[in-house]
């Protein structure tokens, strides 16, 4: 299997510009989680989907942020406007059941807003 | 109160050696545990799940839990190099969600 698969593996855009991250999960795997790590707040959630559907977006920091699972197959982060503070990794993960079922993490997007 | 605490170290031990990392927790009514291990400039990986009080070994690492006291602590027998990551606590919270500690770096030097 490939595993989760994010892209970009890096991005650097400037202040207010518009800021699409993707995933694809692992196939199978009905959940699929966007976190953001920082080194001050540490792996936070921001919102995780079952079978394509929202459930729990509590953790997206303000309006705009917003995801969309299209599909089984696909799933998009997006900011706009972006600012600095959200210089940070973004991980997909992905899992066959959530709560206690391992979740497989991807390698990440490193976004730099400048 | 976080929800789920580390320190943050670093965590120096010498090659050989056993390193005992810790995590407490708020909520008593927490039921699944994790240890994540990341290395830099990866992603988190799960290396050991525990749910019931007492010991659950894997080779060189046994995971503690110890739900009267709400921690959870994770040992690692002879270190290695190898070893050296950032190791991430998690349970299940609220709604069936991952709640990570904000982690503790390990360097094992030789």
């Known amino acids: 299997d490939a595993g989760v698969i994010q892209s970009p593996r890096h991005e650097v855009t400037e202040m207010g510009q518009e800021v699409t991250l993707r995933c694809k999960p692992i196939?199978?795997?009905?959940?699929l989680f966007w976190y953001r790590q920082t080194m001050m707040r540490g792996l936070e959630l921001l919102i995780y989907?079952?079978?394509?559907?929202?459930?729990?977006d509590s953790g997206m920091p303000e309006d705009r942020f917003s995801a969309k699972m299209p599909n089984a197959s696909f799933s998009t982060l997006k900011i706009q406007p972006s600012e600095p503070r959200d210089s940070a990794v973004y991980f997909c993960?992905?899992?066959?059941?959530?709560?206690?079922?391992?979740?497989?993490f991807g390698p990440g997007t490193r976004l730099t807003v400048l | 109160q976080k929800e789920v605490e580390q320190n943050s170290g670093p965590l120096s031990v010498p090659e050989g050696a056993i390193a005992s990392l810790n995590c407490t927790y708020s909520?008593?009514?927490?039921?699944?545990f994790f240890w994540y291990r990341q290395y830099s400039g990866k992603s988190p990986e799960l290396i050991m799940s525990?749910?019931?009080?007492g010991d659950k070994e894997d080779g060189r690492f046994t995971a503690q839990l110890n739900k009267a006291s709400q921690y959870v602590s994770l040992l690692i027998r002879d270190s290695q190099p190898s070893d050296s990551a950032t190791y991430l606590c998690?349970?299940?919270?609220?709604?069936?969600?991952?709640?990570f500690g904000a982690g503790t770096r390990l360097a094992v030097h030789p």
């Open positions: 989907f079952n079978n394509n559907v929202p459930i729990d």
């Open positions: 196939s199978g795997h009905d959940y």
């Open positions: 525990i749910y019931s009080n």
């Open positions: 998690a349970l299940v919270g609220g709604y069936n969600k991952l709640i």
């Open positions: 993960a992905s899992s066959r059941g959530t709560g206690a079922d391992t979740q497989y």
């Open positions: 909520d008593r009514g927490s039921q699944s």
